[in-house]
């Protein structure tokens, strides 16, 4: 048999919270890929005996096990006291987190999930990233509606209750903002994947199906040809929805894990299109109008467009195409020790289930399958998982997702080639994290 190896695992420091302040975000605007190390090395927090040292977490026992902790010698609160569940407090710095200086307002501005905190493919309610046109409405569901009309036979105006009669399907599905991972375009790196990528939530909804709703009102099936959909908040967001999608797997939703939606993802009703881009997601959702063609609105004709190397301007690019990232190790950890980690990340396509995850430790050079952790669902995260001996010398971790369709997540030498260097939304490139030789992970960029 031979002698057997023994692999030490290794310890993770976790990444610091809250280290972005306006100040930096300003100053590395013309820094670019440095802004990263700045942004760090001015918070101070990467050190092993940093900000980490204060956490309850990091604690040390006043004894030491076997003995018994205090917790275990008194009565904790009753239930009773409890109320709506809330995280221990020893997990209040896992919250979702705004970038100062990426949007003019908070009212039009985005908050990021941490994606490297979580476990499995559910986000958390609580946790689910947000982004608003115009600040987010307090809906009264008692006197809000729904109107279904345009080319139909018998429009409607439904009552919540109206809506919750219909038959319900619950359904796991991803949302991605299509300026997720946007700032890399512009070669600026932010520091964590909650920067990164953490426009990026997965959720089971509850709601009635699309298809249901226009076979009731009897749309026109021969010059029905798109939906557009429209939203209560103060900007009346409204997007285009083609009539195959409209048909296939769009959702009129009220409930999200388990819950009614909560008012930052758009109580008491939204629209989740899966596998298209967020902004067509649209929440509190008031309208829905069948027409015979695109109605170019202004989020589909000043924003979420992708300027070509030929100068046009390319609408309606909203599926998601195949993605991954690694969450761990990433940007921001610190690994203490050589030996064995367990390298985990997510994948997800807009086209349908993820395949195959492949995982490089050295730039792409060379690279090895990933495991791919059940379930895995269309149109929702997957998570995948390898293992990882570390031998203490520089590495360059990336991911490589390829989808049930077949589309192969693209190097960013080959999304460029095709979309040039103009762009800021629809990013799926492969991203690499670097380990340094002292442990630390960084941003870098890589063809």
């Not at 046109?133 to 009264?140: F, K, T, Y």
């Not at 940007?331 to 807009?350: C, M, N, P, R, V």
Request: glycine residues 10%.
């Amino acid at each position: 048999m031979g002698n057997k190896t023994t692999v030490t695992p290794g310890r993770l420091i976790a990444a610091p919270e809250n280290f972005i302040t306006a100040e930096q975000v300003k100053a590395a605007r013309p820094a670019r890929r440095g802004f990263m190390r700045g942004a760090l090395a001015a918070a101070g927090g990467l050190a092993a005996g940093g900000a980490l040292a204060q956490s309850p977490q990091t604690a040390p026992f006043v004894e030491s096990p076997p003995a018994i902790p205090p917790w275990t010698r008194r009565l904790g609160p009753g239930v009773a006291t409890l109320g709506y569940g809330v995280p221990s407090k020893f997990e209040s710095n896992v919250q979702r987190r705004i970038s100062p200086g990426l949007t003019p307002t908070r009212e039009t501005s985005v908050s990021f999930t941490p994606l490297q905190n979580l476990f499995g493919i559910i986000t958390p309610s609580g946790l689910h990233f947000e982004r608003h046109h115009s600040g987010m409405p307090e809906v009264d569901p008692e006197q809000h509606r729904l109107m279904i009309h345009g080319l139909v036979k018998r429009p409607l105006l439904l009552t919540m209750d109206d809506l919750m009669r219909f038959p319900s399907v619950s359904r796991i599905h991803f949302i991605e903002c299509g300026a997720n991972s946007g700032m890399e375009w512009g070669n600026v790196a932010v520091p964590t994947v909650q920067y990164t990528h953490g426009m990026l939530a997965c959720s089971e909804f509850t709601g009635v199906l699309l298809s249901t709703l226009l076979e009731e009102v009897g749309y026109d099936k021969k010059n029905g040809r798109f939906i557009l959909a429209e939203g209560a908040d103060g900007s009346a967001l409204t997007r285009t929805i083609p009539i195959e999608f409209a048909l296939d797997d769009v959702m009129v939703v009220y409930g999200q894990n388990g819950e009614m939606l909560r008012p930052e993802n758009g109580y008491p009703l939204r629209l989740v299109v899966p596998g298209v881009q967020g902004v067509s997601n649209v929440k509190w959702l008031r309208r829905l109008e069948v027409g015979d063609k695109p109605w170019n609105a202004r989020e589909e004709t000043l924003h979420y467009v992708d300027l070509m190397p030929d100068g046009i301007f390319r609408q309606y690019s909203g599926v998601q195409e195949v993605k991954s990232v690694i969450t761990s190790p990433s940007g921001g950890q610190k690994l203490l020790d050589k030996g064995f980690y367990e390298i985990t990340g997510l994948a997800w396509s807009g086209r349908g289930k993820i395949r195959r995850v492949d995982v490089s430790t050295d730039g792409g050079r060379s690279w090895r399958t990933a495991r791919l952790q059940e379930p895995v669902l269309t149109k929702a995260l997957t998570r995948f998982r390898i293992d990882w001996n570390w031998d203490g010398s520089p590495a360059f971790l990336q991911s490589r997702a390829v989808d049930e369709t077949g589309h192969v997540q693209p190097t960013f030498a080959q999304l460029r080639a095709v979309r040039g260097r103009n762009s800021i939304y629809h990013n799926n490139a492969i991203f690499t994290w670097q380990v340094q030789p002292n442990g630390e992970v960084w941003n870098v960029q890589l063809g």
